[in-house]
């Protein structure tokens, strides 16, 4: 790979395959993301989307490929392997936020212990962080105080408290009540109109057709489609993409 090749990719998979037991869950994954690309996972159920998103910072093993960050090719395991996750932010379906600690503390504590930040500046940044999603106001409460919606906005908060390069979500809104579902996606989507590289999982279409630049679709742990959202939305290729469309959208 030439520096020439890899200068503007942010995420790089060559050649990626992933195996439960014997069911082949990513088969022969080739995926360049340019740096400020918004890219929108789609497909059915077990095609293989939040595996392949779970792959980008090694929670998910490979069984064969290279997957690289920012022109660096991501370790198996160790130190290294460490330096390059805390490059890349991830939130879940689930909050995962420390339950015992405050919102504050919960933000705080990657960049005190993993960046190694005096807990003056941690904070500073935390605050700016939790304004920047709207939840400042609740610095000093608990998560159990918090709706899902404000919770989720910790978790992203906490994430971008890293300084990360790359922001993947894996089905962010799909435990939240649908009114909360709306206040999580603003969030993504400011992140997005200020160039944050991001890989999302969602079921959200609107949010799909407006603020991704790309959208893949999988099926059978393959990249069946890569397209832009119009085309994708307006005029699917593959008769699976048009089977989901119709069971999604016919709702």
């Not at 080739?30 to 890219?39: E, K, M, R, S, T």
């Not at 392949?52 to 392997?81: A, F, H, M, Q, W």
Request: aromatic share 6%; with cysteine; net charge negative.
């Amino acid at each position: 790979m030439t520096a020439t090749e890899n200068a503007n990719s942010m995420i790089r998979l060559t050649g990626v395959n992933k195996y439960f037991g014997d069911y082949h869950a990513l088969t022969d994954i080739n995926l360049d993301i340019p740096a400020g690309q918004v890219v929108v996972l789609l497909g059915p159920s077990g095609s293989g989307k939040s595996t392949l998103c779970r792959t980008i910072n090694r929670l998910e093993t490979i069984d064969s490929g290279e997957i690289y960050i920012d022109g660096v090719l991501l370790p198996e395991e160790g130190k290294d392997l460490a330096a390059l996750r805390s490059e890349v932010g991830m939130c879940f379906q689930q909050f995962n936020l420390f339950s015992h600690m405050t919102i504050l503390d919960n933000v705080t504590l990657a960049p005190m212990k993993v960046r190694g930040m005096s807990r003056k500046d941690a904070e500073e940044e935390a605050h700016a962080l939790l304004r920047r999603v709207g939840i400042d106001a609740q610095a000093d409460k608990y998560p159990a105080q918090l709706s899902g919606g404000q919770q989720q906005r910790v978790a992203i908060a906490r994430s971008l408290a890293m300084r990360p390069k790359v922001m993947l979500f894996d089905e962010p809104t799909s435990a939240l009540d649908p009114e909360m579902i709306n206040e999580v996606l603003d969030v993504m989507a400011s992140l997005a109109a200020e160039g944050m590289t991001m890989v999302c999982v969602t079921h959200e279409m609107g949010f799909a057709k407006k603020v991704a630049n790309r959208v893949l679709f999988l099926a059978d742990g393959k990249i069946v489609e890569d397209s832009t959202p119009d085309k994708f939305f307006s005029d699917p290729e593959s008769d699976r993409a048009k089977d989901f469309l119709a069971k999604i959208l016919g709702h």
